[in-house]
């Protein structure tokens, strides 16, 4: 369960590196895309099924666009989905409005909404993997700076990142061995709990002083890097920030945001109904 | 904890994005003065991964069979102190929402208020600070008395600590849950009435709070035991070396007009919140007029009168991003099983397009 976890961490970042017409985009197109998207599909009424199902399009053009592997996004999907389940299961059972009959069955708005929450959440969670999966979490790092995000906010969410492997092979070696020297009991006893992420952090700490010492000797010093006016300095990549967004692209994410406009006004498919 | 894109509406969304995003531009800052010193920022970096791994540990509670696992905001502000635990664990939240969905995009600032701020800026200052250093027994029993061997007084210390931990994170976890509660019901997504949201909650996050409080008190026993310069190092940023045994820096003026300031801040944002919160509610629940209204006419809005103020209303509804708390009697309902097809085919659709990319992409490849 662990080890799976520690893989999974960098999975997504994994994908990151391919070449397509996706991945190629833009880091704030996409973002900006991300965003736009999720907020035209949270935007909808929690009955408007009809109007939410056409976005499911982006998803779907997407994702073989950027030849990702749909196997691991629906499984990630599955994580995210048990609590908005919950809430649409609650909502299906509480509002039982009848709103039309099929036959011998009575769809009620709860089940409606039901359906509404489960499919907002299946395109929310696939709007961040697709920014996730084809953007380099450095980049998008660096649009955080660009957006005038504090350099010591960024530096912490780049070093928790990649810390996080590093430290999650060191807890799951702890709890292998502590599993290891207590046969027949599931996982970690309470009165454990707490010498164990005490050592856990203990043993961080320590690390993190190791860390900072050898990143001074070999000349890190933010400080520095902030007065030269060069805050991408900070995180050690090279790149210019003032880089202009091609007009193409710039004119694709104008398209793509004025569809999902017409989209959340007209709903064609709720003229159908 | 976590919230979902699911479940919120857009206004509550984006403001509780403004609040968040002031609080961590805040402690930002308080972390880039000299005094405390950026060496911390590894330090911060670890535990936020730290927590993050220790979040990954599930330990089996007592008596229900089930699972749960550390939330850790009061843990890290012990450790780091309110400002640079935020900037910890909102570094944590944002990952966890980027690479695991774990808590929506949009929802992240409801996220990083609900878990972050109010543990770190609220519960840590107000509670954990002073039940756990309120005279001097932890801060003078810290280096010196700690080598000498009052064992005395390292238990009284232990015991503050402990009682500290469980009624900060307890406190903690009742507000962050009232927060998801109001945040989910303003966003009016959820069919739960408030009532009974608040009656499922708390008790729940009553038992979570029991439960991590026991472990958060356990965990820094260890670390103060071990490393005790570390809990009052946090708490105490200006007196970080230099504790002279019998004094009281907890109780010196500089100390204690700093400590002040993230409770005013907090406090105002807290304000805003509920305003806000309070405001789009009211706005989303039928009114007292409106109610009144479908009383005696057996439906909420009079008609539309005329042509021309049915299609701008139509249109005001479409575009109003606080999806209406009542809209039953609306478009919603006229779904039918033209519709139904008519969402069959568009999934059917929108499958196809996309099968026909991935085979169109994997033709070319080979021929490449």
Redesign the interface.
């Known amino acids: ?2 080890a799976n ?2 893989h ?2 960098y999975a ?2 994994n994908l990151s590196g391919k070449d397509t017409v996706i991945h190629e985009l833009d880091t704030r197109v996409k973002l900006i895309l ?2 736009a998207f ?2 035209v ?10 109007g939410l ?2 976005l ?2 982006y998803p ?2 997407l ?3 950027a ?1 990702l592997p749909a196997k691991i996004l629906m499984s ?2 599955l ?2 989905l048990p ?2 389940a919950f ?1 649409g299961i ?2 299906a059972i ?2 039982r ?1 009848p ?2 009959t ?1 036959g011998n069955f009575v ?1 009620t ?2 089940v ?2 039901c359906i509404t ?2 499919l ?2 299946f395109l ?2 696939m ?3 697709l ?2 999966a084809t953007t380099p979490f450095a980049r ?1 790092t660096r649009e955080l700076l660009r957006l005038h995000v ?1 350099t ?2 960024v ?3 780049e ?3 990649r ?2 492997g ?3 092979s ?2 799951m070696s702890m ?1 292998v061995a502590y599993k290891l020297r207590s046969v027949s009991s ?5 009165k454990h ?10 043993r ?2 320590d ?3 190791r ?2 010492a050898a ?1 001074t000797c070999r000349g890190y010093n ?2 520095q890097g902030q007065k030269r006016g060069d805050r991408s300095a900070v995180l050690f990549s090279g790149k210019n920030l003032r880089v202009r967004i091609p007009v193409g692209q710039l004119i694709g994410l104008v398209i793509v945001i004025a569809i999902f406009i017409l989209l ?2 007209f ?1 064609p ?2 003229m ?2 | 904890m976590h919230m979902a894109d699911a479940l919120i509406s857009p206004a509550i969304g984006a403001s509780m994005y403004a609040v968040s995003a002031a609080a961590v531009a805040v402690s930002a800052a308080k972390i880039k003065k000299p005094d405390l010193s950026e060496s911390k920022i590894p330090l911060m970096a670890v535990s936020g991964a730290m927590v993050f791994a220790a979040q990954m540990i599930n330990f089996t509670i007592p008596a229900t069979g089930s699972s749960g696992h550390i939330g850790g905001g009061i843990l890290l502000a012990a450790m780091l102190g309110p400002y640079a635990g935020l900037l910890a664990l909102a570094a944590v939240l944002i990952i966890q929402c980027l690479c695991f969905a774990d808590g929506g995009l949009l929802a992240l600032g409801c996220n990083i208020f609900n878990m972050g701020v109010i543990p770190c800026l609220l519960a840590y200052p107000l509670v954990f600070k002073t039940i756990a250093f309120r005279k001097n027994p932890v801060t003078a029993s810290t280096v010196s008395e700690h080598s000498t061997g009052s064992a005395k007084q390292s238990k009284s210390a232990h015991f503050r600590i402990t009682i500290a931990s469980v009624i900060a994170v307890i406190l903690a976890l009742q507000i962050g849950a009232f927060g998801v509660v109001l945040e989910t019901s303003a966003s009016g997504i959820a069919e739960l009435p408030l009532s009974s949201f608040i009656i499922l909650m708390q008790p729940i996050h009553l038992a979570i709070g029991v439960v991590e409080g026991i472990v958060t008190a356990a965990i820094l026993n260890f670390i103060y035991a071990a490393r005790p310069e570390i809990l009052t190092n946090a708490a105490f940023p200006h007196h970080s070396n230099a504790v002279i045994p019998g004094s009281d820096p907890g109780s010196s003026p500089s100390t204690q007009k700093k400590s002040m300031r993230p409770i005013l801040i907090v406090l105002a944002s807290a304000t805003l919140i509920t305003a806000i919160a309070l405001s789009l509610l009211a706005s989303a629940n039928p009114d007292g007029l409106e109610w009144s209204i479908g009383k005696i006419t057996g439906q909420t809005e009079l008609d539309a009168e005329g042509r021309v103020f049915s299609l701008l209303s139509g249109i005001q509804e479409r575009l109003s991003f606080m999806p209406d708390y009542d809209f039953k009697s609306g478009s919603g309902s006229g779904t039918s099983v033209a519709g139904i097809v008519g969402g069959a085919l568009t999934f059917a659709l929108a499958g196809a397009a996309g099968l026909c990319i991935h085979l169109f992409k994997r033709k070319r490849r080979t021929e490449a």
Request: hydrophobic share 60%; aromatic share 12%.
């Open positions: 369960m662990i976890r520690v999974s961490i997504l970042e991300a965003f999720v907020i599909t949270v935007s909808f009424n929690r009955y408007d099924i009809l199902i056409p499911v399009f779907a053009i994702i073989p666009l030849e990630r999907f994580i995210a609590f908005c809430a609650t909502n509480l509002d409005t709103a039309l099929l769809v708005l709860g409606i909404s929450i489960i907002k959440t929310c969670v709007a961040v993997f920014l996730i998008l504090p010591v906010f530096l912490l969410i070093m928790i990142y810390y996080l590093v430290l999650s060191e807890a709890s599931k996982g970690i006893k309470m709990m707490g010498s164990f992420v005490g050592q856990l952090a203990i961080s700490f690390r993190g002083e860390v900072y990143m933010q400080d959340r006004i709903e498919l709720s159908l109904g």
